[in-house]
């Protein structure tokens, strides 16, 4: 009787549990040859697209937003908790380690 | 699906075949209105930003998904929808309830819930803006309010019309107060509930993008505000289509199994495209 909605649910569920594994995946990758990271750090975050206003508030969140410069978004502060959630965003096309200048 | 659709004397693949017909038809005239409206495009000759043909319009939703936006904005109003809903549901079951069993709450309440009823969500949100700011609580509360009185009125309705000699012969067999809810008020009502929580969720689906017009940052009401004030106005289109699919989604995967289960079921009503 009830079918339909418990599959729709669970379609629901997975895709959501699949878009999660690929997160944590893709932050894994991106991750990798950054190597251990600091507590706090500066880290330069490239888009394949000049980033919108969403992006540049979902990457405030993550830290201090100092620049924009091309599809490069340059961030201070950054915890690792934060740059894992970056790292995992599919939109997020490179992470590095920026100096701070 | 097929068992809830079964109708007696007809064999499931006719039904097949009917539903087939049926998806083809409403696909045709779809697909009849699409052709029209990209062929009229150059005949307008006005820019996309006043007339946006169907192409620009997939090709907006291409990158609202390329670049993010469309994915968080959804889950986003989602999010705000359903726990609006839940929130409303439930506050409208207990209220209903409530006022349904017990006459001094219902004369204290009465007046004050009609004079509510009458002020509509939109009124309601400048104020909320006031009290909460711009997020997620105003967002909640002008849901939960858009909900709120459907439920409860059709609970009120159910709660009061369950059958007196039920009720009576339960008593006389000893049972208790929760008893008597369980056993004759509440499925007596459930009817009751499922057409309030039915004509609540498209309520509060009208009300979320009014509300994240007003009051957010990110959902698809947000994203069709936002495709106006930038240009965008494929943008504006996708965010409306968006809005339409999910709601026929939802109606088609949660809201007609259940009514189906419970209402149709007890024939208390047929649907419309039975009837047909």
Not at chain 2, 68 to 74: A, E, M, S, T
Not at chain 2, 186 to 208: C, D, E, H, N, Q
Request: a positive charge; aromatic letters at 10%.
């Amino acid at each position: 009787m009830l079918r339909v909605p418990l599959i729709a649910t669970a379609v629901i569920v997975v895709v959501l549990a699949g878009g999660w594994a690929t997160s944590l995946v893709s932050a894994q990758r991106k991750l990798e040859p950054l190597g251990p990271t600091a507590p706090r750090g500066d880290y330069r975050v490239t888009l394949d697209f000049a980033p919108e206003r969403f992006h540049q508030l979902r990457l405030q969140e993550a830290g201090r937003l100092v620049e924009v410069r091309g599809n490069t978004v340059f961030l201070r502060d950054v915890t690792p908790p934060a740059l894992r959630a970056i790292a995992g965003e599919y939109w997020v096309g490179a992470v590095e380690r920026w100096d701070g200048k | 699906m097929s068992e809830a659709l079964a109708l007696p004397g007809v064999a499931p693949a006719r039904l097949t075949r009917r539903g087939v017909g049926r998806f083809a038809k409403g696909s045709a005239g779809v697909l009849l209105l699409l052709a029209a409206w990209q062929l009229s495009v150059p005949l307008v000759g006005l820019s996309p930003y006043f007339y946006p043909a169907p192409s620009d319009v997939v090709a907006a939703f291409v990158d609202l998904m390329r670049k993010g936006i469309l994915p968080v904005y959804f889950l986003d109003s989602m999010g705000r929808y359903f726990a609006g809903l839940a929130a409303g549901a439930l506050l409208g079951v207990a209220g209903g309830v409530l006022i349904g069993l017990n006459r001094t709450v219902a004369l204290t309440l009465s007046p004050l819930l009609r004079f509510l009823f009458a002020i509509v969500e939109v009124a309601w949100i400048p104020i909320f803006v006031v009290w909460f700011g711009y997020g997620w609580k105003t967002i909640l509360l002008a849901l939960v309010y858009v909900v709120f009185f459907p439920v409860l009125y059709n609970t009120l309705v159910g709660v009061r019309t369950a059958p007196q000699a039920l009720v009576n012969a339960l008593r006389s067999l000893g049972a208790n107060r929760v008893q008597v809810l369980r056993y004759a008020i509440l499925p007596a009502a459930l009817p009751g509930i499922i057409t309030g929580l039915r004509v609540g969720a498209g309520f509060a689906f009208r009300g979320l993008v009014f509300a994240e017009i007003v009051a957010a940052k990110t959902g698809i009401g947000y994203l069709i505000f936002e495709g106006t004030q930038t240009q965008q106005t494929a943008r504006t289109i996708v965010g409306m289509v968006v809005m339409g699919l999910t709601w026929l989604a939802i109606d088609q995967c949660y809201l007609r199994p259940i009514e189906r289960a419970t209402i149709q079921r007890w024939g208390l009503t047929v649907d419309a495209e039975q009837r047909a």
